[in-house]
């Protein structure tokens, strides 16, 4: 009897052990087989739009990352589906690291290269802006809005001939597409630079508060998750730009970067000291940005940061976020010949 209850034991745990390592390895290849799926589920923004490059990414921590090929971050850089639909998703809090001498944070793509406004060079992209900060001094320009894409220079002051911006005040259901020139201010003293705006769609009145006025929403402005386009041609010096949304009319510029129309004190709108440089960008060299360049920071008065807490930026909608779909990039060979024309670090 003794015999036969050690033998019975002796069997059942045998089948215990092998039931458990029949599990054990059941689970196991469930979760291989799970990790295997993700694996081929996932989407890179490379994926998504194949042009990362020609780019360096800067996080909204202020890290450069380096050319985004196969790379994504879920706080800032990532890809999202919507039905047939991918997208690339840019988001920056107000409050955040920041690059080089900004005091604004972004999630964006910097050019790799540099070329002249004489030679040709391109940058397109199809967008939805899905938030810009909830909270901001209504008084400024900059409140409640992002820049979507740039032109930047890398040379002498480092001036913008181009960004495009969209700006929507908290209480609209519409905001405003426009996009502004910064003069290359003659001389070897930037203090005297100033932008001036071009509307697109919506307007560009801005709040006064001591008076007591604050603009109406535009009728023809463009609503939070609404997609636009745009189309940036730089050739023989001229700036060419295109803007196009379902809905809304077509809208066409051209901007001269080569040949200033404020060289004399007379030239500049009221309220403006700065003149510009007879051959304004002729002699420097260009490159593009692209993403969720944040305008709402700690220096406008009454823009939520939390303490710097992404986190909780993002709860309570003191972010900008914005979605592409498509974009691509196109310079001339003759433009980027020369290892001169590479960007450096400092200049993003």
């Not at 979760?31 to 990414?57: A, G, K």
């Not at 202020?62 to 991918?86: C, L, R």
């Not at 930047?152 to 005040?169: C, T």
């Not at 307007?203 to 189309?231: C, H, K, M, T």
């Amino acid at each position: 009897m003794k015999i036969t209850r050690i033998f019975f034991l002796m069997v059942l745990t045998t089948a215990i052990i092998s039931c458990n390592t029949k599990h054990n390895k059941e689970d196991a290849n469930i979760r291989e087989d799970t990790n295997l799926s993700e694996e081929s589920q996932m989407l890179y923004p490379s994926d998504v739009i194949s042009f990362f490059n020609h780019w360096n990414l800067i996080l909204g921590d202020g890290a450069n990352v380096g050319q985004a090929v196969d790379f994504e971050h879920k706080q800032f850089f990532y890809t999202i589906n919507e039905g047939d639909q991918n997208w690339v998703v840019y988001k920056a809090p107000n409050a955040g690291g920041t690059h080089g001498t900004s005091h604004n944070t972004r999630t964006e793509l910097a050019q790799l290269k540099k070329w002249s406004p004489m030679t040709e060079a391109k940058l397109s992209a199809t967008l939805k802006v899905m938030n810009v900060s909830v909270s901001g001094d209504d008084s400024k320009k900059s409140a409640h809005s992002v820049v979507v894409g740039q032109i930047h220079s890398a040379d002498g002051h480092e001036n913008e001939p181009l960004k495009i911006f969209y700006k929507k005040y908290s209480d609209h259901t519409k905001g405003s597409v426009f996009w502004n020139y910064e003069i290359n201010t003659a001389g070897d003293d930037n203090s005297g630079r100033w932008d001036f705006s071009t509307i697109v769609w919506g307007d560009i009145e801005v709040a006064d508060p001591e008076s007591n006025y604050f603009p109406e929403e535009p009728e023809n402005g463009i609503e939070l998750g609404e997609e636009f386009s745009y189309e940036v041609e730089v050739k023989d010096g001229i700036m060419h730009l295109t803007f196009t949304s379902k809905g809304h009319e077509t809208k066409k510029f051209t901007k001269n970067l080569i040949t200033s129309e404020y060289t004399n004190a007379d030239d500049i709108p009221d309220g403006e000291k700065g003149v510009e440089r007879e051959n304004a960008y002729a002699d420097e060299g260009l490159f593009f940005k692209q993403g969720s360049y944040n305008q709402t920071n700690e220096k406008a008065n009454g823009a939520e940061t939390f303490g710097g807490d992404i986190q909780k930026q993002y709860e309570t909608g003191n972010y900008t976020e914005v979605r592409f779909k498509e974009a691509s990039i196109y310079v001339s060979e003759d433009a980027v010949s020369n290892e001169g024309y590479f960007i450096k670090n400092d200049d993003l």
